[in-house]
């Protein structure tokens, strides 16, 4: 396919278990986000990745959060001991280095009971 | 941090109307984005703007730096055009890749 994708589309988990979020960027995009939105929210940011350098974690709420990019291409984020708080749809974005528009996938939405 | 408010929060206009979405922002910045969410979640970039004007098909966005004022019309408005309408900044001192999001402004356009 030639757009951002994610998986899974929904994710209903309980309270204390971990999650794994997976995006697959456009190919040869070597800017890539996640963004984080609760309801009633803007996105917010949580991690940025471009080429091999070293990722922006800044934007993380808390150490049970942890991204990884494989070969500069397919990206997992994991949320270890969920909670409730963690409830959001999560969103994948990604981009050149050429210019600031960037891709959106369809997002993840995370459930957690 | 740059604080981005947009208004108005919920908009429902009759199909054929002429649409305007407010966005204000608070620090300085080098581009502002307009991005439009369709119900399931799927973001679409519709403009990026430093300055001026631009125009794509019923879609106009203008900018005003000395103010920090953004606004989005959408002219002959038809229900498809009904989504969440976010509007983004990227400020002028700091990263030149991190975006502040507004809340944005969910459009229902009535057939």
């Known amino acids: 396919g030639a757009g951002v994708s994610q998986s899974p589309s929904n994710k209903v988990t309980e309270k204390g278990k971990d999650v794994e979020l997976r995006c697959d960027p456009i190919s040869g995009h070597t800017a890539l986000y996640w963004y984080r939105q609760s309801l009633g929210q803007g996105l917010e940011f949580l991690i940025y990745?471009?080429?091999?350098?070293?990722?922006?974690k800044s934007g993380l709420p808390s150490d049970r959060f942890s991204a990884e990019r494989t070969g500069g291409s397919v990206s997992t984020l994991t949320i270890q001991r969920t909670q409730q708080e963690d409830s959001a749809v999560y969103l994948c974005?990604?981009?050149?280095?050429?210019?600031?528009?960037?891709?959106f996938g369809p997002g993840t939405r995370l459930t957690v009971l | 941090k740059n604080e981005v408010e947009q208004s108005p929060q919920n908009l429902t206009a009759q199909e054929g109307e002429f649409i305007t979405i407010n966005c204000s922002y608070s620090v300085g910045i080098s581009a502002l984005h307009w991005l439009q969410q369709h119900p399931g979640g799927g973001i679409v970039s519709l403009f990026m703007l430093s300055s001026g004007k631009k125009k794509h098909g019923r879609l106009i966005a203008t900018i005003n730096i000395q103010e920090k004022h953004s606004s989005l019309h959408i002219t002959a408005s038809h229900p498809r055009d009904s989504a969440v309408y976010i509007c983004?900044?990227?400020?002028?001192?700091?990263?030149?890749?991190?975006?502040?999001f507004g809340k944005g402004t969910l459009l229902t356009v009535n057939p």
């Open positions: 974005a990604t981009g050149t280095k050429y210019t600031d528009t960037q891709y």
């Open positions: 983004a900044v990227k400020d002028s001192g700091g990263s030149n890749y991190k975006l502040t």
């Open positions: 990745f471009q080429g091999n350098s070293a990722p922006d």
